[in-house]
């Protein structure tokens, strides 16, 4: 069975910093995955979503995430945060059977 | 206008009622989706309608149902509300003829408290 793990609940990064968010896949098959983000008191917008087109992928918000099949990552990154930044953000597989499986989600905040 | 809509926004209810969630898309996409989210545990899947003729139970159907009026309307009822079902709950939609992976919009939400 598919699915996703996400690493770390929390993550505080200040203002100008790297942002660096960890989601790990388990898949028998190649995988279709996404980031979608949450802002406070909205419903979830995709981020990026990895085709097989090309292993770094970007995205909307100056987001990138990269796959890598041998670790089994797609984590998602931000060279610099900017306090609107701040929100949920959630890794997420396609299973295939045109569900989406999401993992268990990571708030961001953003120290000025 | 959103492209998805959800009515109410927030509600209190006590154990024991029913009562009902509805979803309004316009996005014209065939496939819709009814989810839970509780802190932690991320997004899970309760109802899936891929057309008005196709329903599937998701991961956590059990005390839940669904009707698909239209194409567009999607409602989620709890037959009989008990204080675990407190949780806030998204309706998304998907075109499957995007191509896969089909990208999920969601509306903005319903915070559902069951007293």
């Known amino acids: 069975a598919q699915s996703v793990t996400q690493l770390g609940s929390h993550v505080s990064v200040s203002e100008g910093a790297l942002v660096l968010l960890r989601c790990n896949y388990s898949?028998?098959?190649?995988?279709?995955l996404f980031w979608y983000v949450q802002y406070p008191n909205q419903g979830l917008q995709l981020l990026l979503k990895?085709?097989?087109?090309?292993?770094l992928v970007k995205g909307i918000n100056g987001f990138e995430a990269e796959f890598k099949k041998s670790e089994t990552s797609f984590h998602l990154t931000k060279p610099s945060a900017h306090m609107s930044d701040a929100a949920e953000y959630f890794c997420?597989?396609?299973?295939?059977?045109?569900?989406?499986?999401f993992g268990a989600g990571t708030r961001l905040f953003v120290k000025a | 206008d959103a492209d998805v809509t959800q009515t109410p926004r927030n509600r209190i209810t006590k154990t024991g009622k029913r009562i009902m969630l509805e979803c309004s898309q316009t996005?014209?996409?065939?496939?819709m989706y009814w989810y839970r989210q509780d802190p932690g545990l991320g997004l899970r899947l309760i109802y899936y309608?891929?057309?008005?003729?196709?329903?599937n139970k998701g991961e956590i159907s059990d005390g839940y149902s669904v009707s698909r009026q239209a194409q567009a309307k999607f409602s989620l009822s709890l037959e009989s509300a008990i204080p675990n079902q407190t949780a806030l709950y998204f309706c998304?939609?998907?075109?499957?003829?995007?191509?896969?992976?089909?990208?999920?919009?969601f509306g903005p939400g319903t915070r559902l408290l069951v007293l």
């Open positions: 990895y085709t097989s087109a090309a292993t």
């Open positions: 898949s028998s098959v190649p995988p279709y």
């Open positions: 996005k014209g996409h065939d496939r």
């Open positions: 998304a939609t998907s075109d499957p003829g995007s191509g896969r992976p089909e990208t999920q919009y």
């Open positions: 997420a597989v396609d299973t295939g059977g045109f569900k989406t499986i």
């Open positions: 309608s891929f057309d008005v003729k196709d329903i």
